[in-house]
């Protein structure tokens, strides 16, 4: 097909897309779907709630309702479960789109951050703030996080720019710097942490929830909308990019500006997950091919599908990690990878075979 075609919107999934019906319909499916994992998040763990109490807590904090109930439940519900629930929804819709832009970009299928770097990157700038005290207090841990995922971009950048900026020899730069950034947060964490501090940063790199609260909550929650935003504004240019940037230059795309803007926002959406529930690998890399197996590869349908998958994939990761071995949590980043690495396994095999 023709890019004069493609102009005029002659390709199937990739002309902009207009809000239809079934569109709407599957908004509003994938949303009360979201809604009813949080409900379960939120009424799910060593004590149950009933959902009729969780929705009379809710009541009572948002609407002022007077409903009698034990405080207690009303504590777990408002001030633990449901800003732990938020978080894991704003994480995994974040995470799903950083994935979705970086596929696209790279026009490369196993394009993730923790793939290329950039999550590791920002553990191991949001590690020298906790336990190096960088910054003397100037320096959050959300900007530590930041820091270090524009670094391990640029080092990615770099390296690739010295090898040749192919799509494939991008990824194998991502490994290298991954795994360097891994190092030395752990070179960091063996030489200065004492042994509680090790053991809490170790269980934070895996993927805690246990820590957030509704600070959490106000910070996750606009830098996914933000996210999404930005994302849905660059439609076009992601379709594009499917053709290469030659041929999204030649459509009118500004390629640098649009290359520039996204991982910018890419690199933010990873520093602010990782300062908040650490290191979580897969997500952004099996959820945009679920969602585009669903609703095909233009990104008008991809973005919002991918977003709301990676949500409902996070916070279902979230109950499972409660409850899969009692009065245990697991990190949930060892969740993500049970369904991730397998998934990770299949897409190299059918890379493979259309290769």
């Known amino acids: 097909m023709s890019l004069r075609q493609e102009k005029k919107g002659g390709s199937r999934g990739f002309s902009p897309v207009q809000p239809t019906r079934w569109m709407l319909a599957a908004l509003a499916m994938a949303a009360g779907l979201l809604a009813a994992m949080v409900s379960l998040a939120v009424s799910i763990g060593e004590v149950s709630i009933p959902l009729p109490t969780t929705a009379k807590a809710v009541a009572n904090r948002l609407f002022g309702a ?12 408002w001030d633990y479960r449901l800003s732990r629930a938020l978080v894991a929804a704003c994480a995994g819709a974040s995470l799903a789109l950083c994935g979705a ?5 790279l026009r490369n299928p196993l394009a993730e951050p923790y793939v290329l770097g950039i999550s590791a990157g920002a553990s191991t700038g949001a590690v020298c703030v906790m336990i190096l005290g960088f910054g003397y207090g100037a320096v959050s841990l959300s900007g530590g996080a930041f820091i270090g995922a524009v670094l391990a971009f640029l080092l990615v950048g770099i390296l690739a720019a010295g090898v040749g900026g192919t799509s494939e020899r991008i990824i194998l730069c991502g490994i290298a710097g991954s795994q360097l950034f ?3 947060t752990s070179y960091i964490v063996t030489t200065s942490a ?52 030659d041929a999204a230059a030649s459509l009118g795309i500004s390629v640098r500006r649009v290359q520039i803007v996204l991982l910018a926002t890419t690199a933010a959406m990873t520093a602010s997950v990782v300062s908040m529930v650490g290191s979580i690998g ?10 585009r197996f669903i609703v095909g590869p233009g990104h008008a349908r991809l973005l919002p599908a991918a977003a709301f998958g990676g949500a409902i994939f996070m916070v279902g990761a979230d109950i499972i990690s409660r409850i899969i071995i009692p009065q245990q949590v697991l990190p949930i980043g060892v969740v993500t990878a049970l369904f991730g690495a397998p998934a990770f396994a299949l897409i190299l095999y059918r890379a493979r075979r259309t290769a």
Not at 213 to 226: E, I
């Open 194 to 245: 004492n042994a509680e501090q090790a053991r809490g940063v170790l269980f934070w790199l895996l993927g805690s929830l246990s820590g957030v609260r509704w600070v959490d909550v106000y910070l996750a929650a606009p830098v996914c909308l933000v996210g999404l935003l930005v994302c849905l504004a660059h439609v076009r240019a992601l379709d594009s990019f499917a053709f290469g940037t």
């Open 282 to 291: 897969f997500v952004g890399l099996v959820i945009p091919h679920a969602a």
């Open 66 to 77: 007077e409903f009698v109930l034990s405080r207690i439940h009303e504590g777990i519900v």
């Open 101 to 105: 832009m970086l596929q696209a970009l």
């Open 182 to 184: 891994n190092a030395l």
